[in-house]
């Protein structure tokens, strides 16, 4: 997902949780600071999925994690990752 699309839908709304929102903000500061890609951020799976439906991102899952990638124009990128329950 785009860091642009997913900072509007994220960031703006002041109805989404704020735990979320912080999530979404270090992830997108690990971005913007990094470089080369962020690594990762690890999130309970409660706060995960909240995050996925709030930034309406498409979930990816890879063996026994799930985790929506973020990235800029420059390609790198940065992940947020929880544990497959």
């Known amino acids: 997902m785009n860091h642009l699309t ?3 839908r994220v960031l703006h709304d002041k109805t989404i949780p704020t735990f979320v929102r912080l999530v979404a903000s270090k992830a ?3 971005l913007r600071t990094a470089y ?4 990762t951020t690890h999130v309970e799976p409660w706060v995960f999925w909240k995050l996925v439906k709030f930034a309406q991102a498409e979930p990816i899952k890879s063996g026994k994690y799930t985790f929506i990638r973020i990235y800029d124009e420059e390609h790198n990128s940065v992940d947020i990752q929880t544990l497959n329950s």
């Open 6 to 8: 997913f900072q509007e």
């Open 28 to 30: 997108l500061y690990d």
């Open 36 to 39: 080369v890609d962020a690594g």
